[in-house]
Nanobody, 121 residues
């Protein structure tokens, strides 16, 4: 079992920045950030795997968001810059112990409880 705890969400004005953190109870093979806005499906935001050698971002966040990890502390980060109102959502940390597949929720076995990000214009 892997426990994941997110932090760092909040409310900021459009154009601002936030840094999300996700503390994992143990080391993992692949970690990712997903988000879900009310009425929408959960969508993958970014993924990082195999010691950071693999990263992938959804098109709408490329150039604005950066995923990174601190392997010594089993912590995942998401630096979010130039935030837009459409980035408003609950953000979830996800992890898997054995694979780093495409950025779909079905590919991740462990999930955090989420942290709310609200961007106002």
């Amino acid at each position: 079992q892997v426990q994941l705890v997110e932090s760092g969400g909040g409310s900021v004005q459009a154009g601002g920045s936030l840094r999300l953190s996700c503390a994992a109870s143990t080391s993992t093979y692949c970690m990712a950030w997903f988000r879900q806005a009310p009425g929408n499906e959960r969508e993958g935001v970014a993924v990082i795997g195999t010691g950071g050698s693999i990263t992938y971002y959804r098109d709408s966040v490329k150039g604005r968001f950066t995923i990174s990890q601190d392997n010594a502390n089993n912590t995942l980060y998401l630096q979010m810059n130039s935030l837009k109102p459409e980035d408003t959502a609950m953000y979830y940390c996800a992890a898997d112990l054995s694979r780093c597949g495409p950025l779909y929720a079905v590919n991740f076995a462990y999930w955090g409880q989420g942290t709310q990000v609200t961007i106002f214009s």
